[in-house]
């Protein structure tokens, strides 16, 4: 045992190019675990680190949609063993705080992850992407971030739930506690939006419309369960949805980009006591200004949801179980996989639209 110093993809500066550079990862300690990981996915929350657009606590090491096997523990953890597979989770509840102690560990607001941090080889700290850090062959977490699944799920496929298939899929059945017989639009058809899709069909809506821009991922989001599909850049989102919900607007609403004017046209494409729910994550610097006899008027609720508001001990084995028997396409969300020196011609390809997910495989 000991430090072990493996490849890592690190956003070194604001804005800059990411670059694979050596990265020292220690011997777990006291409620940590050391994970060998076997794939992990771009998901947009990697580009938002690296555009400095989450914090400037540089150097960041990437990468936080993981499935792996744990390769070793601390002396004190028992919820793992090296050998399993598992997904990891950027939400492990603590138990201790106040919304653990109000019974609602899925909001933990003094999440879980390792103590000592993972390193440049001179030392410098990294700041793990979601207190994960998987673009590595090997990344150090508390172990209650490893989440035991069903090894007979590729790791392409399972590492996904790790992030933004469960954020969308939670923004839509958690969060937004879509019931049988509801309609739902999904403003952004990537990742996360068409998991939000996915779990909307899942939990029997009645109609389920895709907005995008980008006629390919509308064409996607039919694949996932859309009803539904409107090109935003073809006319005014609001009306469309109106004109696909009988006039009304849709009971549930769900802003999978996460930008002011996204967010409006969620809030005005709902029905009266209808549901907002964002997921997509802004930019610091974006404010929003409406109407508030509108906020007050129409009722309903605006929430945010924070990784579908999940419970990753619960709810990834119930993700993983739709995956298996064929109601979840996970394996439609993986685009393409990749090696860790491509992860910057990845974001560049989910700029352009080509992917859902492209995966980083170990
Ligand atoms: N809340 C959470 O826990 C959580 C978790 C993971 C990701 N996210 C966030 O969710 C968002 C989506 O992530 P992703 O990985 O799916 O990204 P993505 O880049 O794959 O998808 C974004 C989609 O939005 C579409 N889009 C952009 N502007 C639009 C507009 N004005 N109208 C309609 N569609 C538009 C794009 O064409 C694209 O299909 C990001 O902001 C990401 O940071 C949040
Ligand atoms: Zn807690
Ligand atoms: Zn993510």
Same mark, same amino acid.
């Given at each position: ?27 777990? !300690?006291?409620?940590? $675990?050391?994970?060998? =990981? @076997? &794939? ?5 929350? %990697?580009?938002?680190? #690296? ?81 994960? !850090?998987?673009?590595? $062959?090997?990344?150090? =977490? @508390? &172990? ?5 699944? %069903?090894?007979?799920? #590729? ?208």
């Amino acid at each position: 045992m000991g430090a072990v110093t493996v490849r890592g993809v690190v956003a070194l500066a604001k804005g800059a190019r990411v670059s694979l550079v050596d990265v020292v990862v220690p011997d777990p !300690g006291p409620g940590e $675990a050391r994970v060998k =990981v @076997a &794939a992990c996915g771009v998901c947009h929350t %990697d580009l938002h680190y #690296r555009e400095g657009a989450i914090n400037d606590e540089y150097p960041f090491l990437l990468g936080h949609e993981a499935a792996g096997v744990v390769e070793s523990v601390g002396a004190d953890v028992t919820s793992v063993t090296p050998g399993d597979y598992v997904v990891i989770a950027w939400r492990a509840p603590c138990g201790g705080c106040r919304s653990c102690l109000r019974g609602r560990p899925w909001y933990c607001f003094d999440s879980r992850n390792a103590a000592q941090p993972m390193t440049l080889t001179d030392g410098t700290p990294l700041t793990a992407a979601l207190g994960i !850090g998987a673009f590595a $062959a090997q990344t150090l =977490v @508390a &172990a209650g971030q490893c989440v035991k699944v %069903d090894p007979a799920a #590729r790791p392409e496929a399972a590492g996904l739930i790790g992030c933004g298939v469960m954020a969308g899929f939670g923004a839509a059945v958690n969060t937004g506690a879509v019931t049988r017989g509801e309609t739902v639009a999904v403003i952004g058809c990537g990742g996360v939006g068409n998991a939000a899709i996915a779990g909307a069909s899942i939990a029997g809506a009645r109609r389920v419309i895709a907005v995008d821009l980008d006629d390919r991922k509308l064409e996607w989001a039919r694949g996932f369960g859309a009803t539904h599909t409107v090109n935003a850049s073809a006319g005014d989102p609001v009306e469309a949805v109106r004109a696909l919900t009988d006039g009304f607007g849709a009971d549930l609403v769900i802003d999978a980009v996460g930008r002011p004017e996204t967010f409006r046209q969620a809030f005005f494409s709902r029905d009266l006591a209808g549901r907002v729910v964002l997921v997509g994550v802004p930019d610091p610097s974006m404010t929003l200004e409406l109407p508030l006899i509108e906020v007050f008027g129409r009722g309903g609720s605006l929430k945010s949801s924070w990784y579908g508001d999940c419970l990753p001990t619960r709810d990834f084995p119930i993700l993983i179980d739709l995956y298996r028997s064929g109601r979840l396409d996970l394996d439609g969300f993986v685009s393409e996989t990749i090696g860790l020196d491509d992860v910057e011609e990845a974001f560049a390809k989910m700029g352009r639209g080509e992917v859902l997910r492209s995966v980083v495989v170990l």
